[in-house]
């Protein structure tokens, strides 16, 4: 069995790949809406941890379950653009869980999700938050 890292939300950058393992509280949760043909129930979130924040996308069942205050385990999530905006979900392959309540402590700011990304230019595949460009 494969040993999971956990990480910080202020080192998340987008990338297409299920890779995303975090602990955070969700500080703020917006409206259900239907989404699409078969009217698939979604709503985005604000979730945080020490370092900074994210807006966090449920699906299904996910709306209803968790509520602003509870402490969410993310386990192989993703952070990448959904309908043009970045987004943290646990994806098809992924998965969320409560693991407590309110006792967390959390910041607000940065919001990873309206960070500006560009590649690297030492590994141009990799993309990084504009404010850590080096200058030349």
């Not at 494969?2 to 917006?30: C, F, R, Y």
């Not at 239907?34 to 979604?42: L, M, P, R, S, V």
């Not at 700011?109 to 200058?135: G, I």
Request: net charge positive.
């Amino acid at each position: 069995m494969q040993k999971q890292s956990w990480m910080k939300l202020k080192d998340l950058t987008p990338a297409a790949s299920n890779s995303i393992n975090a602990t955070v509280i969700l500080v703020e949760k917006g409206n259900t809406i239907e989404e699409g043909k078969e009217k698939t129930k979604t709503c985005v979130a604000l979730v945080a941890d020490e370092t900074a924040c994210v807006n966090f996308q449920m699906w299904g069942d996910e709306c209803e379950a968790f509520q602003p205050g509870d402490i969410i385990r993310i386990s192989k999530g993703i952070f990448s653009r959904h309908k043009n905006k970045l987004l943290l979900r646990a994806g098809k392959r992924g998965s969320v869980e409560k693991v407590g309540e309110f006792t967390m402590l959390f910041v607000e700011s940065p919001n990873m999700s309206e960070m500006r990304y560009m590649p690297d230019a030492n590994q141009p595949s990799k993309l990084v938050p504009e404010s850590q460009l080096t200058k030349p």
